[in-house]
């Protein structure tokens, strides 16, 4: 993980629901579609529980919250818009 990120772990208390979507078994990539833009490379497969990353970009200021359902099809990884670049 970059030092650029600040990445925080909401828990939500429950357990998943639904099935994972076979169509990515190894989580998705998000992308705000913004240019130009930070990534942040999210940690992948670390809770049991649903929950909400909270991502905050140190240079820019940029933050953003991404759900998670601690399932093989969770984000892995986020493009945010670049605050400073968009200036």
């Known amino acids: ?5 600040k990445i925080s772990w909401i828990d939500r208390g429950r357990k998943p629901q639904v099935a994972p979507n076979p169509d ?20 992948y497969m670390t809770h049991e529980n ?6 905050h970009c140190r240079q820019c200021g940029s933050s953003a919250g991404i759900t ?3 399932r093989r099809d969770d984000p892995v990884s986020i493009m945010l818009p670049c605050k400073i670049k968009l200036h």
Not at 50 to 55: A, D, P, R
């Open 1 to 5: 993980m970059s030092d650029q990120f």
């Open 50 to 55: 649903v929950g909400l990353w909270i991502v």
């Open 68 to 70: 998670m359902a601690s």
């Open 24 to 43: 990515y078994p190894d989580g998705k990539h998000i992308d705000a579609g913004e240019r130009p833009a930070c990534k942040a490379d999210l940690p």
